[in-house]
């Protein structure tokens, strides 16, 4: 079985500070990692992915999240924050299951840029 | 561009009465999932095609069923709405079933309410 744990249900940061969104995991499996971001009345969209390669994962929009397997983490940063990025941040885990794809979401992040 | 695309994306209808949602896709892929996400809520899978292979998640309501007459389009039917479903409903496709690494793309979903 496998879970996910976003430890801040909102965060808000002003615009241009760092933003830490964070995310920890339990697998039974070697999992891929993913975060996805929602905008209001949108769908989901793939910032980034960790697949076994890489530990740390630059994706779209200056985000980058680094997987750390001996604290069973995979926290989202970035540098600066911009207004666009005020949104519901989601972490995934996905482990093969039973010839499936299983796939769990965390419970979401809003975050708040305040300007 | 190639996409996931869900219509309408905006649905009012009565209690009680069927109601359908579309998803299709450009992508060519196998996998077809529906998701149902309420407010402030992770997204839950109620069910997915690989390709004409029905898959149910075990606590998804029977009042959901699902088609898929081809590897497009994916329509998600509600036979007797409740107050309950009323929510946003996602669509997302992946290229493979079973692949922990495949990223699923979703649309921009069709936001269902309940009178």
């Known amino acids: 079985a496998q879970s996910v744990t976003q430890l801040d249900s909102h965060v808000s940061v002003s615009e241009g500070t760092p933003v830490l969104l964070r995310c920890n995991y339990s697998?039974?499996?070697?999992?891929?990692l993913f975060w996805y971001v929602q905008h209001p009345n949108k769908g989901l969209q793939l910032l980034l992915k960790?697949?076994?390669?890489?530990?740390l994962v630059k994706g779209i929009n200056g985000f980058e999240a680094e997987f750390k397997k001996s604290e069973t983490s995979f926290h989202l940063t970035k540098p600066s924050a911009h207004m666009s990025d005020a949104a519901e941040y989601f972490c995934?885990?996905?482990?093969?299951?039973?010839?499936?794809?299983?796939?769990?979401f965390g419970t979401g992040t809003k975050l708040q840029v305040i300007p | 561009d190639a996409m996931v695309i869900q219509n309408p994306r905006y649905q009012v209808t009565q209690f009680g009465k069927p109601v359908t949602l579309s998803c299709s896709q450009t992508?060519?892929?196998?996998?077809m999932y529906w998701y149902q996400q309420k407010s402030s809520q992770a997204p839950k899978l109620l069910f997915h095609y690989y390709d004409k292979d029905f898959n149910n998640e075990a606590d998804t309501p029977d009042n959901f069923q699902s088609r898929r007459p081809n590897t497009s389009f994916c329509f998600l039917d509600i036979r007797s709405p409740g107050l309950g479903d009323a929510a946003m409903y996602l669509c997302a496709t992946s290229r493979e079933q079973g692949v922990a690494t495949d990223t699923q793309y979703f649309g921009p979903g069709t936001r269902l309410t309940v009178l």
């Open positions: 992508l060519n892929h196998n996998v």
């Open positions: 697998s039974s499996y070697s999992p891929s």
């Open positions: 960790y697949t076994s390669a890489a530990t």
């Open positions: 995934v885990v996905s482990v093969r299951s039973g010839g499936y794809q299983k796939v769990t």
